[in-house]
Antibody, heavy 118, light 112 residues
Framework: QVQLQASGPGLVKPSETLSLTCDVSGDSISGNYYWAWIRQTPVKGLEWIGSIVHDGRTYYSRSLKSRVTISVDTSMKQFSLKLSSVTAADTAVYSC???????????WGPGILVTVSS | DIVMTQSPLSLPVTPGEPASISCRSSQSLLHSNGNNYLEWYLQKPGQSPQVLIYLVSNRASGVPDRFSGSGSGTDFTLKISRVEAEDVGVYYCMQSLQTPLTFGQGTRLEIK
């Protein structure tokens, strides 16, 4: 049973870069899956940020594409999110997740609240 | 981006009674391979979402058979044949036909 755990600062200053890492355990990170970042706010609900495959192919939200970088480190069994030039609108609960090609997002890590504030 | 619209947004249900949630997409979710890429998720209070249904009507592992999905193209429905107390939470549809993946606004199911 794969387990995902996101970690990173819970507070980021405006204009700085939000950086989160997701540790994967219980299964290989090199399988046929998409490793995703999703965020949630009371106002906008669930928002898909982007995904990465083990070979490094990435897929990003159109609205966030200019600010987002998702990377994977297969040796460390981790994938990471960087979101630059953050504003208060980026305050959200961020979750990492694993999605099968057709079977949906079958595994979610516990969300981590990231607040953007000075 | 494909816009997903759910209704109703709030759904009070008596235990043992059926419930139905509608999800409409702004574009067809039918792939050339014949599959419609529509999924349903339930987010129980204090938990991360969990997948219920994928490819419109396929129940995820461990999902009770009182949950069923149907639809094609742009109109989809999630049905619960007999609601139980543990079904409380927010239900989301999500399209996975194309990126960006997009979710509906959510439907909050509560017990009367």
């Amino acid at each position: 049973q794969v387990q995902l755990q996101a970690s990173g600062p819970g507070l980021v200053k405006p204009s700085e870069t939000l950086s989160l890492t997701c540790d994967v355990s219980g299964d290989s990170i090199s399988g046929n899956y998409y490793w995703a970042w999703i965020r949630q706010t009371p106002v906008k609900g669930l928002e898909w940020i982007g995904s990465i495959v083990h070979d490094g192919r990435t897929y990003y939200s159109r609205s966030l594409k200019s600010r987002v970088t998702i990377s994977v480190d297969t040796s460390m069994k981790q994938f990471s999110l960087k979101l630059s030039s953050v504003t208060a609108a980026d305050t959200a609960v961020y979750s990492c997740a694993r999605r099968g090609p057709t079977t949906g997002i079958g595994s979610w890590g516990p969300g981590i609240l990231v607040t953007v504030s000075s | 981006d494909i816009v997903m619209t759910q209704s109703p947004l709030s759904l009070p249900v008596t235990p043992g009674e059926p419930a139905s949630i509608s999800c409409r997409s702004s574009q067809s979710l039918l792939h050339s391979n014949g599959n419609n890429y529509l999924e349903w998720y339930l987010q129980k209070p204090g938990q991360s979402p969990q997948v219920l249904i994928y490819l419109v009507s396929n129940r995820a592992s461990g999902v009770p058979d009182r949950f069923s999905g149907s639809g094609s193209g742009t109109d989809f429905t999630l049905k619960i044949s007999r609601v139980e107390a543990e079904d409380v939470g927010v239900y989301y549809c999500m399209q996975s036909l194309q990126t960006p993946l997009t979710f509906g606004q959510g439907t909050r199911l509560e017990i009367k």
